[in-house]
């Protein structure tokens, strides 16, 4: 998140709110991207689809701890 809002990762919170720090749509994408092409998806998961849930979860979780927790959720294949 820190790239994409260009900032020192050290400045980031678990409070952080990526709106409130300048996050808008386009970057939103660029950090979505960037994230799905590291996490470890499920055989049943396409990139495609875990892109969309976590373009999701960022828009309704844009607290950094919230978000981490929702990716983390997506990943597992746990619901909410």
Request: glycine share 8%; charged share 20%; proline share 5%.
């Amino acid at each position: 998140m820190a790239t994409c809002l260009q900032m020192p990762a050290a400045d980031l919170t678990d409070d952080s709110d990526f709106f409130d720090l300048g996050g808008h749509s386009l970057i939103a994408i660029a950090l979505v991207e960037g994230l799905c092409g590291q996490l470890p998806l499920s055989e049943d998961q396409t990139r495609e689809e875990a892109e969309g849930e976590v373009l999701t979860a960022l828009f309704l979780t844009p607290r950094l701890a919230d978000f981490t927790a929702a990716v983390e959720r997506i990943v597992s294949g746990s619901p909410e």
